[in-house]
């Protein structure tokens, strides 16, 4: 079982930048694939970026790519989403999350229901 606390979010002008934290318990960070998500009001949740248990391997929604970059530090138990040039439309509570990854596949995961644990969520807002 792990345990995940983002930090970080916060409020934003638009084209600015927030770098996002999530701390996972336990000492088998390793073995897990991780994801980020956001949800904004009214909408349904959405992967913004997904990283293998490895770091090697990493996917971003389009929306994202180019501006978002996810890395992890296995050694300290961090999952880190760094967002350049934000907009409005960026705006929603954000989730870390976390899928055992036992066999050590090397996957990455796109999709909320395969996730099994959940951060808290952090509130990025960004002004116009």
């Known amino acids: 079982q792990v345990q995940l606390v983002e930090s970080g979010g916060g409020l934003v002008q638009a084209g600015g930048s927030l770098r996002l934290s999530c701390a996972a318990s336990?000492?088998?960070?390793?073995?897990?694939?991780m994801g980020w998500f956001r949800q904004a009001p009214g909408k349904e949740r959405e992967i913004v970026a997904a990283?293998?248990?490895?770091?090697?391997?990493?996917y971003y929604a389009d929306s994202v790519k180019g501006r978002f970059t996810s890395s992890r530090d296995n050694a300290k138990n961090a999952l880190s989403l760094q967002m350049n040039i934000l907009k409005p439309e960026d705006t929603a509570v954000y989730y870390c999350?976390?899928?055992?990854?036992?066999?050590?596949?090397?996957?990455?995961?796109?999709?909320?229901?395969?996730?099994?644990?959940w951060g808290q969520g952090l509130q990025v807002t960004v002004s116009s």
């Open positions: 990283i293998n248990w490895s770091g090697g391997r990493t």
């Open positions: 999350a976390a899928r055992k990854d036992t066999f050590y596949s090397g996957s990455y995961y796109r999709h909320a229901y395969e996730y099994d644990y």
């Open positions: 336990g000492r088998t960070f390793s073995s897990y694939a």
